[in-house]
């Protein structure tokens, strides 16, 4: 019988330091093709990273989690950036927030949408979109089977690119979180998700920050408030709700069982929808979160409404 070698065990050591050494080294070029925009080859290096057993969970989150803000691409590195999450198999979160891409970067990101299959979660934050943009990037959402959170706040869509993703709330049915703040939506762009509320089944969280909504977008709002039953959290801060707005909304607080948290804030409800919401919540049993700023309220109503606020669960 023949007796093992005995440098077997140094055999094993030094392949394990070669393993170490190969994955470094790939984390090394990895990081570097990123830093320099070179998207193919990152996703080649992170596929090869992820295909070693001795990958990391921070190596896992590094090829799934791209985070490219504050970025000035050049036409070429932004192709390049497209093409490859078109055949993308590694990313699901990308942040391109603060990027200056334009219409013309959305309309290469809303093309990217209807060809990628991992992308769950797409910030595009303050690119100047402008409502062209939004409607290609509502075209894309429609056809999008997988994105579930989208952010498209400061992007100056205005009501019709408002309309356009209303729209595509009717269609879509994986969206879950969608951020439109700071879009000059008005309450024309107000009532079109007003409506889509209606119909829609999955969105759970909607910002609608400053959007000038005015009173009647607010109250086309709360009517959609009462037919749906899945949004938790809605932001309508900075809207100019006025007080019909607000009683409006309050009314909803009485039939609504699903909503979670309620963002008012800077929407000069007055003491009277102030008042209105204070009564509201001695009905309602599921809202968590309600903020909100009554100026010049009565004492006794000031007391009324925070009596209210301290008897919701947290």
């Known amino acids: 019988m023949t007796s093992s070698p005995l440098y077997l065990p140094e055999m094993i050591n030094s392949n394990i330091l070669v393993q170490d050494n190969s994955i470094e080294n790939l984390r090394k070029e990895a990081h570097e093709c990123f830093k ?16 070693n057993d001795q990958h990391s969970p921070e190596d896992q989150k590094n090829a799934s989690t791209w985070n490219l803000s504050f970025n000035k691409f050049e036409l070429e590195n932004l192709n390049e950036l ?10 699901t979160s990308l ?25 769950t979660s797409l910030d595009l934050t303050c690119n100047n979109l402008g409502s062209e943009g939004g409607k290609l990037l509502a075209d894309a959402v429609c056809k999008n089977s ?8 400061l992007n100056n869509l205005g009501s019709e690119g408002g309309k356009a993703l209303a729209n595509a709330l009717c269609k879509n049915s994986m969206l879950t979180s969608l951020r439109l703040g700071s ?9 079109a998700l007003a409506d889509a509320l209606c119909k829609n089944s999955t969105l759970t969280s909607l910002d609608l920050y400053y959007n000038n909504l005015g009173s009647e977008g607010g109250k086309s709002l ?12 809605l932001c309508l801060s900075s809207n100019e709700l006025g007080l019909d707005g607000g009683k409006a909304l309050a009314d909803v607080l009485y039939k609504n069982s699903t909503l979670t948290s309620l963002n008012l804030l800077n929407n000069n409800l007055g003491s009277e929808g102030g008042k ?12 968590i979160s309600l903020y909100l700023i009554v100026i010049s ?3 006794k109503e000031e007391m009324h409404l925070q009596m209210h606020f301290v008897r919701i669960p947290r």
């Not at 320099?36 to 295909?51: D, H, M, S, V």
């Open 297 to 299: 309220l009565p004492q």
């Open 36 to 51: 320099l925009q070179k998207f193919f080859k990152t996703l080649e290096f992170f596929e090869e990273i992820l295909k």
């Open 276 to 287: 209105a919401l204070a009564d509201a919540l001695c009905k309602n049993s599921t809202l």
């Open 95 to 119: 942040n391109l927030g603060y990027s200056k891409l334009g219409a013309e970067g959305g309309k290469a990101l809303a093309n990217v949408l209807c060809k990628n299959s991992t992308l």
């Open 82 to 91: 497209t093409n490859a999450l078109c055949k993308n198999s590694t990313v």
């Open 222 to 233: 709360a009517d959609a408030l009462c037919k749906n039953f899945t949004l938790a959290y």
């Open 146 to 153: 997988m994105l579930t959170s989208l952010d498209l706040s």
């Open 183 to 191: 879009n000059e939506l008005g309450s024309e762009g107000g009532k």
